[in-house]
Nanobody, 126 residues
Framework: EVQLVESGGGSVQAGGSLRLSCAAS????????ICWFRQAPGKEREGISC????????YYSDSVKGRFTISSDNAKNTVYLQMNSLKPEDTANYYC???????????????????WGKGTLVTVSS
């Protein structure tokens, strides 16, 4: 059974940092691309970063490029999202998702993902 479990969310002041973790089980990164999405209240779910081990590709949305870094520990089957210089507009529920296939999908959209975690809340205060 494919499972994704996020952790590491919390409350932080603007300018601070958090590191989110996504522990995966039931599959390996050879077969899945892992993406991070976020959803703020009243807004659509936004794909912000992806990691593909099979094609050695990384994607960042413009909204997080230069501030967030995605990485993986293949031995632990875990993907991380290091978030620096956090802003109040980064406040959202953060989800990791798995796309079954090689490489980063052409559309970083919720419909392209095959599996989801339950999310972890990040709150950034000004």
């Amino acid at each position: 059974e494919v499972q994704l479990v996020e952790s590491g969310g919390g409350s932080v002041q603007a300018g601070g940092s958090l590191r989110l973790s996504c522990a995966a089980s039931g599959f390996t990164f050879d077969d899945y691309t892992i993406c991070w999405f976020r959803q703020a209240p009243g807004k659509e779910r936004e794909g912000i970063s992806c990691f593909s081990k099979s094609t050695d590709e990384i994607y960042y949305s413009d909204s997080v490029k230069g501030r967030f870094t995605i990485s993986s520990d293949n031995a632990k089957n875990t993907v991380y999202l290091q978030m620096n210089s956090l802003k109040p507009e980064d406040t959202a529920n953060y989800y990791c998702a798995g796309h079954r296939g090689l490489g980063i999908p052409g559309q970083i959209a919720a419909y392209a993902m095959d599996s989801w975690g339950k999310g972890t809340l990040v709150t950034v205060s000004s």
